[in-house]
């Protein structure tokens, strides 16, 4: 029998190089990142949830206002009455929050307020002082004055779309009555998203006065009705911004047949300012990114794997294999609800990529192996820090619904004060990450994951102090924020949301959920292993 030299060679060629790269990977040595939550003693924050929100550009004061609160005569901020009336009783009229906040957490203090209905006052009187010999539909004060009143839910809704950038805030959609003065008219998804200049807010709510220059930049409004949606994320990738999912409620859900449709896309859209009214903003909505080809359509809440809302959208990085470059994306975990009538939660993810099309002619990939396993289903604070050594991502969703048991019928699974930590290799494809269930009370530090539940519908106010990836300002650097000396790093706080008493509390009121003030303070700390 003749012995061929060479196919032994290469055999044993393939096996050592083989060997080399497995050893090569389990001597990869990833450090360990350790989330420590605090609560803080201030105690003057506003209750709310589901808020608006932005922050002074020095970090130093937060604007808050829209969202619900607890009123005077009764808890009725928290969860919405899971059994009542969504037309009228299960968001009851008194827990929209109406007033601007501008608060100040070092000092612990409200630093300037105005209801809506002073705020309308402060730009009527305003406009009134010199409006004499001026046209009034050419004037820009009566142009903003006519657009506050026309869409004051702005500053009135429950649940909109938040993001801002630099100095100015966009807002879109939110939920709410069609007439606050009216109940009987029904509630609506709204269709409008503005663009707020945020430190001529805050001067304004703090009663300092305006150029005429800061007047005409205050507040655009826009509107259109492909970009309707509560219970959504905001994002703005390379100067377009990005409504990512939710849903409109209709006029009375929660059944579709009673109007609820769920986004079912991603909608890319551009905003310009109009020439004619300084207050009006010109809205272009692009191409839809989504798995169906039309999905304003009602029949694709039925097929769609983009029919979720509510459910954590992170900042994300991918690596972009056409050019070799890394770029901003959108990452979408969990959320709720799957079609049917079991209330079930989506448990996989998806990785929007509007730059880049995959192997499927796809402009998102659909992570079908990912399981978070009923844990922080729903929307809750996070944190996103990028190593760029290794192109590792690791995420953490803190607490909120979701704590991995089946609740009862028709209902979510419970309150929790767990985590979810993630991890993602950017330059693996197809795109995928991992979950580790962080299965104790993080708000505590405590094994029993037990009772008051904070993190739903919460808020992360970053610490503008550390360093952010040059790839995207909502990720953390760890190359440049730890170091030999510096292993635990603030990553900033989670202020408001729900408060809930019990694990299914179903209602708001006493001894069942409301809405916080409570802020937290989060530091992670990196350990080499």
Known sequence: MKINLSKIFGALLLIFLFNSCKEKVSNTVFPEYVLKITQAKNTNAPALQSFTHAESLDGKEWLLFAGRTNSLDSLNGGIHNLNGNYAGSSFT????????????PAKDEVSGSLTLTDFISVIENKYNTIRDGVPAQSNPLYQLLQTVKENSTIFKNSNALVKQDGNYLYTLGGYGPADFSDLKKGFTTYNHVAKINVSNLIKLVKEKTLSENEWADLLRVGKNDTLVSTGGELYILDDVLYLSLGHSFGNSAPKFSEGQKYVDAVYPFSLTNNSENIATLDVKVKEPISDISDPTSNASDNISVFRRRDGPILPSLYKNPD??????????????????????AWNDAIYVHPNWANNNSKLYTYDTAYNQKNFNVYSCPSVVLFDANNNYLQSFLIGGIGDGKRAPKHHLSGFTNSSVQISMDISSLPLKSTPKTLDYNVFTDQDENSAPFYGAEAIMFPNREITYSKYSDEIIDVAKSFSSDKKTIEVGY???????FESNPGTYGANKSQASNKIWKVEITKNSI
């Open 93 to 104: 009229k008194s827990s929209y929050n109406d007033v601007i906040y501008v608060y100040n």
């Open 323 to 344: 050019n070799n470059s890394i770029e901003k994306s959108i990452a979408i975990y969990a959320g709720v609800f799957k079609p049917g009538e079991t209330l079930e």
């Open 494 to 500: 989670i202020f408001g949301g729900i408060e809930a």
